[in-house]
């Protein structure tokens, strides 16, 4: 079984609609972080949570929100989606407190999202 | 602000060697990651370096020098089903800690 899951994997949906992405793991880390990726972008970081009371912003978080509702689970959410929302999204985990931490990320499978 | 250079494309010819160079300038520097990213698929972990110099892994080798904000992942012995991005990414130890470039897409060919 996957330790890093995403659902859904696929969604196209219509301007103005609310979308929720989930993310779930069975790693035990406490960090968790939503990336969105564009071509000829990489990988840019949108939501992080360090532990489950800790939310940060990060690198492009406008439009979005999201939610910890569990060490294990981490929700991305677009309010009202807009076409330039357009793009293939990732959780990431890491652990920040095993012995030999390097908080090196562990990705799940990616939600491809388009936005009509 | 954090910066990480790498070439956006490269080929290379299977059985050969390639080198994906990275150059990064943040603002502090824990360490030295590299992914591989098949098409569609997610990234998934190769090597962290923490210090100067080289360290092997089988087929692939990271190389790290911090004085001048330079790494390299080295991939001998090409196969085709390397052919994927490699992204370089630098953990610069601040509160939002690592930084991806935008990646390499290897085409390994025939």
């Known amino acids: 079984d996957a330790d890093v899951t995403q659902t859904p994997r696929n969604r196209i949906t219509k301007t103005g609609k609310r979308i929720m992405l989930e993310c779930s793991q069975t790693k035990g880390h406490d960090r968790m972080y939503w990336y969105r990726q564009d071509p000829g972008l990489g990988l840019r970081l949108i939501y992080y949570s360090f532990d489950v009371k800790d939310i940060n912003k990060g690198e492009i978080s406008d439009g979005y929100s999201v939610s910890r509702q569990a060490q294990a689970k981490f929700s991305l959410s677009l309010e009202s989606a807009i076409p330039n929302q357009t793009a293939l999204y990732f959780c990431?985990?890491?652990?920040?407190?095993?012995?030999?931490?390097?908080?090196?990320?562990?990705f799940g499978p990616g939600t491809r999202l388009t936005v009509l | 602000g954090q910066n990480i250079d790498q070439p956006t494309e490269m080929t290379a010819t299977e059985g050969a060697i390639v080198q994906i160079n990275c150059t990064y300038q943040?603002?502090?520097?824990?360490?030295l990651f590299w992914y591989q990213q098949h098409a569609g698929e997610a990234p998934t972990f190769l090597s962290y370096n923490v210090l100067d110099g080289l360290e092997e892994k089988g087929r692939f080798s990271s190389f790290l020098s911090r004085s001048k904000g330079y790494s390299y992942l080295l991939l001998k012995e090409l196969q085709m089903k390397d052919s994927a991005s490699y992204l370089c990414?630098?953990?610069?130890?601040?509160?939002?800690?690592?930084?991806f470039g935008i990646g390499t897409k290897l085409q390994v060919i025939p």
């Open positions: 990431a985990t890491s652990d920040s407190l095993g012995a030999g931490a390097t908080d090196t990320q562990y």
């Open positions: 990414a630098a953990d610069s130890g601040g509160y939002q800690k690592v930084t």
């Open positions: 943040t603002s502090g520097f824990n360490g």
